[in-house]
DNA sequence: CGGGATGTTGAGGCAAGTCAATCTAAGTGG
DNA sequence: CCACTTAGATTGACTTGCCTCAACATCCCG
């Protein structure tokens, strides 16, 4: 029923506006979802990793997202009929499903309030600390509270899913970095050296639990 | 097991941060769902009407926004176990409601795009021929394509929905109006005149198939 | 017919966007 | 292994759309 599939960095896993054909739990690796509007502008909704759902559950066949991999991506793949069939015949998977779209929905929330209302540095902030959160990607940094960061994605991945663009995530970075709140090796891998003055940034009132994301 | 509920205009259903007892079908009225951030500012997250689902499906008790009734509404309430018990035994329900709530997502996708790249003008348009397909309050004008849209919500709570002041929304307003794109027939109704421009405004891909809305 | 809530309009400021010029890092082929 | 190449990142100067603050107008309800 279900086929481990394969996808090399920067490869699309599926494009907006093309019919879904397959669904994808994550194993390993990073996707990103992205929607491109008319005038060649792009939103990026979301990044999914190992453990998270893509390709959903929906009513319609078409894509409002597309899906690419960011980096080599493994992925355990169903066809949607026959997961929409064991999906019926599984009630107790059913509502699992419901309380990770639900989950997925209080998501969504925060982060149109985050696009809504916050400031760059905010933005930045907060999604660092998220991002940290939820791929620790690398280990605690020996001596002391830092934590080092392996960044996979670019800049403007970064701008397009915080509602900024690449010059003000770069000067925000440059800030944060000479208030000593971070710190770089190299251009991708970050050192987050004051983790509670950037939560305090972030201005999160509660820290997110570790949950299964969904992408549609 | 379902109770008939009134609220009146302005009374709380629930409010951020507590424990939600009942799920609500809203059967009349309007209601807004918002959160408060700790420096005070307030995003709505969005509107609900006839047929929406509010207080929903989650992992957590307490609510993420308050729900607040707009109008004088009116609703068939749950208590919250009873539902989840009546949905684990009821799988087609389950899954009818999978359905809604990535429909769901979907909607919150697009406020995201709107959130992060849309213009004023843009945003506003959206909201004016989203408003009015979702909820067509008064008939079309006889001659014409034209269409009377009674507001019952006022400017400072669209701008909260849409990332904006209320100042920008008279001003965008005003200027629609000064293109003859819209109307007014006193400030809470509004002539949407043509409807084929505010649509290319609004930057629409794709119109939006009525749905069943969901609040958590 | 007041009076508070809501809406409109104007002037000025600022955060982030835009455009453009480097700078750097990570490959790539000789 | 090193020069060359190129995509990505940084920095600076300038512009702009929206916010802020403030004054005024209008609506609505007793």
């Known amino acids: 029923m279900a086929a481990h599939r394969r996808f090399q960095a920067g490869s699309l896993i599926y494009e907006q506006d093309t019919r879904i054909h397959q669904l994808h739990i994550i194993t390993r690796g990073l996707v990103k979802l992205y929607h491109l ?44 009929p026959r997961f929409t069939e064991f999906v019926h015949a599984h009630p107790d998977l059913c509502v699992t ?26 933005r930045v902030a907060a999604f660092l600390m998220a991002f940290a959160a939820r791929w620790p990607s690398v280990d605690e940094e020996a001596d002391s509270e830092a934590m080092i960061m392996r960044m996979a994605i670019p800049r403007s991945d970064i701008a397009d899913y915080l509602g900024l663009t690449n010059e003000t995530i770069s000067r925000v970075l440059a800030r944060l ?23 305090y940034l972030a201005g999160i009132e509660e820290h997110p639990r570790p949950r299964m994301a969904l992408g549609l």
């Open 37 to 80: 509007m008319a005038n060649g502008e792009r939103q990026i909704i979301g990044f999914l990793g190992p453990g998270d759902l893509l390709g959903g559950i929906k009513r319609k066949d078409n894509a409002f997202c597309s899906a690419m991999a960011v980096t080599e991506v493994e992925a355990c793949s169903f066809d949607r």
């Open 97 to 122: 499903l419901l309380v990770v779209a639900s989950d997925e929905i209080e998501a969504l929330y925060e982060h149109s309030i985050l696009l809504a209302r916050k400031k760059a540095t905010e």
């Open 177 to 199: 970095k000479q208030e000593g709140l971070i710190e770089f090796r190299g251009p991708k891998t970050i050192v987050l050296k004051n983790i509670p003055a950037l939560t």
